[in-house]
């Protein structure tokens, strides 16, 4: 493979036939060479897909000829070749398992009563505005803020997606709704939905950053207010914005510094963990 390359995009806009899309990006995507997880739902489309830097190109031309899909913001990455070992393409109540389908609206401009979209421009000037009064809320899994998270963010306790809908009734963030809150997550699709979900449960001055952590990273690198490396989807599992990421993951079986994360059940029977490749089981001792 030449140039591999992935690319991860979603839109929020009305599908009335979810399995007419999904037969029609199967075979975009099988025609393309493409390889990588695609879900679509009756609230639109959410894909990560890589491949040779031709084929990408391909699927995202094809993926583009459909009207509503045509605006998409498609964000690009350097891939290795193996990031995806085939390809899967499925439809599902919601492009963001939140477990609550009903709750979400949308029209041809997305989620409706979202939070605003603020740029990583506009986020620093909000930072500089506001001071200490903005808070920035991870829409992540916890595991993922271990490796990489913005500095003093919220990180709610949560194993999966579903998990915040039962913590926001339960009243648990509500200390935070007169402050002005910031999410963030890794591509913007789980914001979309954790703004819409907020804001019905009285969270007032609720954002999301536009483009997520990958756009944030784009913009500043390591230079701003993110710290860490970024947790993603693919066999890469982590992404660093330069050369010089801080390392903020301890091992969760020695207490060394590492972004390292491995995807297998441990001894607690947790399928993700951070683990230095040291600890990791059948790992060779450096110097044997």
């Not at 040779?52 to 690009?76: E, H, L, N």
Request: charge should be negative; glycine fraction near 12%.
């Amino acid at each position: 493979m030449a140039t591999p390359k992935i690319v991860l995009f979603y839109v929020f806009t009305p599908l009335p036939d979810p399995e007419a899309i999904r037969l029609w990006q199967q075979a975009v995507s099988e025609s393309a060479g493409v390889t990588g997880r695609i879900i679509v739902s009756p609230h639109g489309i959410n894909a990560t897909v890589g491949g040779d830097i031709s084929a990408v190109k391909q699927y995202v031309r094809a993926t583009r000829k459909y009207a509503p899909f045509s605006g998409a913001d498609i964000k690009w990455s350097e891939g290795t070749g193996t990031d995806f070992p085939r390809l899967s393409v499925k439809v599902r109540p919601e492009i963001v398992t939140f477990g609550v389908p009903d709750e979400l609206e949308v029209d041809e401009s997305g989620v409706v009563g979202g939070g605003e979209h603020l740029t990583p421009e506009q986020v620093h000037q909000l930072v500089a505005d506001k001071g200490e009064d903005v808070v920035f809320f991870d829409g992540r899994n916890a595991i993922e803020a271990q490796v990489g998270r913005f500095r003093n963010a919220v990180v709610p306790p949560v194993a999966t997606t579903r998990d915040f809908v039962p913590l926001l009734d339960a009243g648990v963030f509500d200390h935070l709704k007169d402050r002005t809150v910031v999410t963030y997550c890794t591509g913007g699709v789980r914001c979309e939905v954790l703004t819409r979900l907020m804001r019905a449960r009285g969270f007032g001055d609720v954002y999301q950053l536009d483009g997520g952590i990958v756009r944030y990273g784009e913009t500043y690198g390591d230079d701003g207010l993110w710290e860490g490396s970024m947790f993603v989807f693919d066999d890469r599992m982590t992404v660093d914005f330069s050369d010089h990421t801080e390392v903020i993951g301890r091992c969760s079986e020695c207490g060394a510094p590492t972004a390292n994360i491995e995807n297998y059940p441990d001894r607690l029977g947790r399928e993700l963990r951070v683990v230095c490749p040291e600890c990791v089981p059948g790992a060779v001792p450096a110097g044997s």
